[in-house]
T-cell receptor, first 108, second 116 residues
Framework: AQSVTQPDIHITVSEGASLELRCNYS??????LFWYVQSPGQGLQLLLK??????LVQGIKGFEAEFKRSQSSFNLRKPSVHWSDAAEYFC??????FGAGTRLTVKP | NAGVTQTPKFQVLKTGQSMTLQCAQD?????MSWYRQDPGMGLRLIHY???????DQGEVPNGYNVSRSTTEDFPLRLLSAAPSQTSVYFC???????????????FGSGTRLTVV
């Protein structure tokens, strides 16, 4: 079975700073990979997904992620974080397994 | 277009009681799944379905039953509630990709269940 690991439980960044959230996967073939965001008390919302082709994918809310097969990674990035980005972020694979999540705090 | 609708939003059960969490989607999605979310553990897949009449177990199926008689509905039944089933439950649906995988889930707003 596939698995995903999110090494960082909690990250704090200042508003306006850049952000990178890490996701590592284990899978023999090329996986489908997803990033979701969960605001407090809400369900999850799909930010972006990678199936094949261009390894840099753009998503909603100004987020992007890069698939790197050599590093088994699919890290989520944003060049300038806004206070409204404070939330929990989950990486997931096509076998419907989710990472444990990374909670993002944004400092004013 | 309501998306994925879950009811109830909150529920308190006594140990040993049974109940059904309801989930409905109006997007004609093939995939429907139930997850539970517990602190520090992310989301764990309970059961899923790839179409009416087809269900399968996920990572943590014990104590739960599902059925899918229509494309729209995917109820989750707790047979005999236990305190270990205290959690937030999410239903999600997704279209199926050409390769047979979920194409990306739409989630409901969740049911917070407490078993005392």
């Amino acid at each position: 079975a596939q698995s995903v690991t999110q090494p960082d439980i909690h990250i704090t960044v200042s508003e306006g700073a850049s952000l990178e959230l890490r996701c590592n996967y284990s899978y023999g073939a090329t996986p489908y990979l997803f990033w979701y965001v969960q605001s407090p008390g809400q369900g999850l919302q799909l930010l972006l997904k990678y199936f094949s082709g261009d390894t840099l994918v753009q998503g909603i809310k100004g987020f992007e992620a890069e698939f790197k097969r050599s590093q088994s990674s699919f890290n989520l990035r944003k060049p300038s974080v806004h206070w409204s980005d404070a939330a929990e972020y989950f990486c997931a694979t096509n076998d419907m397994r989710f990472g444990a999540g990374t909670r993002l705090t944004v400092k004013p | 277009n309501a998306g994925v609708t879950q009811t109830p939003k909150f529920q308190v059960l006594k140990t040993g009681q049974s109940m059904t969490l309801q989930c409905a989607q109006d997007m004609n999605h093939e995939y429907m799944s139930w997850y539970r979310q517990d602190p520090g553990m992310g989301l764990r897949l309970i059961h899923y379905s790839v179409g009416a009449g087809i269900t399968d177990q996920g990572e943590v199926p014990n104590g739960y039953n599902v059925s899918r008689s229509t494309t729209e509905d995917f109820p989750l039944r707790l047979l005999s509630a236990a305190p270990s089933q205290t959690s937030v439950y999410f239903c999600a649906s997704s279209p199926q990709s050409g390769q047979g995988y979920p194409y990306g889930y739409t989630f409901g707003s969740g049911t917070r269940l407490t078993v005392v």
